[in-house]
Protein backbone atom coordinates (compact mmCIF):
# COMPACT_ATOMS: atom_id res chain seq x y z
CA UNK A 1 0.00 0.00 0.00
CA UNK A 2 1.14 3.46 -0.85
CA UNK A 3 -0.08 6.41 0.67
CA UNK A 4 0.89 9.86 -1.50
CA UNK A 5 0.04 13.33 0.02
CA UNK A 6 0.30 16.97 -1.79
CA UNK A 7 -0.03 19.40 0.44
CA UNK A 8 -0.30 23.05 -0.50
CA UNK A 9 2.97 25.84 -0.71
CA UNK A 10 3.97 25.71 3.25
CA UNK A 11 6.91 27.25 5.07
CA UNK A 12 8.36 23.65 5.50
CA UNK A 13 7.95 20.04 3.76
CA UNK A 14 4.99 19.14 7.11
CA UNK A 15 3.69 23.04 7.97
CA UNK A 16 4.35 21.95 11.16
CA UNK A 17 6.36 25.42 11.97
CA UNK A 18 6.27 29.04 12.51
CA UNK A 19 4.55 30.90 14.88
CA UNK A 20 1.11 29.42 14.65
CA UNK A 21 0.95 25.91 13.51
CA UNK A 22 -2.39 24.81 12.08
CA UNK A 23 -3.90 21.35 14.33
CA UNK A 24 -4.94 19.71 11.39
CA UNK A 25 -1.44 19.53 9.92
CA UNK A 26 -0.39 18.04 13.43
CA UNK A 27 -2.79 15.62 13.20
CA UNK A 28 -2.33 14.35 9.58
CA UNK A 29 1.79 14.50 10.90
CA UNK A 30 0.75 12.25 13.92
CA UNK A 31 -1.02 10.66 11.88
CA UNK A 32 1.63 9.38 9.18
CA UNK A 33 4.07 8.79 11.53
CA UNK A 34 1.68 6.38 13.87
CA UNK A 35 1.25 4.76 10.21
CA UNK A 36 5.08 4.61 9.78
CA UNK A 37 5.61 2.86 13.14
CA UNK A 38 2.51 0.40 12.96
CA UNK A 39 2.32 -0.62 9.38
CA UNK A 40 6.22 -0.16 7.94
CA UNK A 41 4.95 -1.70 4.99
CA UNK A 42 3.04 0.91 4.10
CA UNK A 43 4.51 3.33 1.62
CA UNK A 44 4.00 7.19 2.48
CA UNK A 45 5.48 10.18 0.19
CA UNK A 46 4.56 13.06 1.00
CA UNK A 47 5.17 15.98 -1.48
CA UNK A 48 4.91 20.15 -0.96
CA UNK A 49 4.07 22.45 -3.76
CA UNK A 50 6.67 24.77 -2.74
CA UNK A 51 9.72 22.03 -1.97
CA UNK A 52 8.97 19.49 -4.50
CA UNK A 53 7.06 20.32 -7.49
CA UNK A 54 8.05 18.46 -9.78
CA UNK A 55 6.15 15.68 -8.16
CA UNK A 56 3.24 17.70 -8.75
CA UNK A 57 4.00 17.80 -12.64
CA UNK A 58 5.08 14.16 -13.05
CA UNK A 59 1.47 12.71 -11.73
CA UNK A 60 -0.75 13.29 -14.45
CA UNK A 61 -4.13 13.45 -11.94
CA UNK A 62 -1.97 16.21 -9.90
CA UNK A 63 -0.76 18.38 -12.86
CA UNK A 64 -5.05 18.05 -14.25
CA UNK A 65 -6.47 18.66 -11.21
CA UNK A 66 -3.68 21.96 -10.33
CA UNK A 67 -4.80 22.98 -13.97
CA UNK A 68 -8.61 22.99 -13.37
CA UNK A 69 -8.74 23.80 -9.93
CA UNK A 70 -6.11 25.78 -8.74
CA UNK A 71 -4.20 25.18 -5.52
CA UNK A 72 -7.55 25.20 -3.78
CA UNK A 73 -7.40 21.43 -4.36
CA UNK A 74 -4.62 20.76 -2.46
CA UNK A 75 -4.14 19.04 -0.60
CA UNK A 76 -4.38 15.87 -2.47
CA UNK A 77 -4.02 11.98 -1.17
CA UNK A 78 -3.78 9.25 -3.26
CA UNK A 79 -3.72 5.69 -2.14
CA UNK A 80 -2.43 3.31 -4.66
CA UNK A 81 -2.45 5.61 -7.20
CA UNK A 82 -6.14 6.73 -6.67
CA UNK A 83 -7.40 9.56 -5.22
CA UNK A 84 -8.72 9.57 -1.97
CA UNK A 85 -9.03 13.42 -0.84
CA UNK A 86 -9.35 16.29 -2.05
CA UNK A 87 -8.89 19.85 -0.82
CA UNK A 88 -8.71 17.99 2.65
CA UNK A 89 -7.30 15.49 4.77
CA UNK A 90 -8.70 12.61 5.39
CA UNK A 91 -9.86 12.45 9.09
CA UNK A 92 -8.57 9.29 11.70
CA UNK A 93 -11.37 6.95 10.58
CA UNK A 94 -11.01 7.45 7.25
CA UNK A 95 -7.52 6.53 7.33
CA UNK A 96 -8.16 3.86 9.62
CA UNK A 97 -10.82 2.31 7.65
CA UNK A 98 -8.52 2.31 4.06
CA UNK A 99 -5.93 0.73 6.12
CA UNK A 100 -8.09 -1.86 7.25
CA UNK A 101 -9.23 -2.61 3.58
CA UNK A 102 -5.19 -3.00 2.63
CA UNK A 103 -5.19 -5.53 5.71
CA UNK A 104 -3.26 -3.14 8.28
CA UNK A 105 -4.28 -2.53 11.29
CA UNK A 106 -3.64 1.25 12.97
CA UNK A 107 -4.32 3.14 16.20
CA UNK A 108 -4.58 6.87 16.02
CA UNK A 109 -4.87 8.85 19.04
CA UNK A 110 -3.99 6.81 21.99
CA UNK A 111 -2.86 8.68 24.48
CA UNK A 112 -0.32 6.48 27.37
CA UNK A 113 -0.96 7.59 30.61
CA UNK A 114 2.61 7.65 32.43
CA UNK A 115 2.56 7.26 35.86
CA UNK A 116 5.42 7.58 38.69
CA UNK A 117 6.12 5.89 41.34
CA UNK A 118 7.84 8.49 44.09
CA UNK A 119 5.51 8.34 46.59
CA UNK A 120 6.08 7.12 50.48
CA UNK A 121 6.72 3.33 49.76
CA UNK A 122 7.51 2.92 46.15
CA UNK A 123 11.03 4.08 45.46
Do not use: H, W
Request: proline share 9%; hydrophobic share 35%; aromatic share 6%.
Amino acid sequence: MKIEIYDPAMCCSTGVCGPSVDPELVRIQEALRQIQKQAPAVQVARYGLSSDPQAFVANPAVAELLKTAGPQCLPLVFVDGEPVSKGAYPDNDQLRSLLKNSGFEVTFGVKYKVTSCCGPGCC
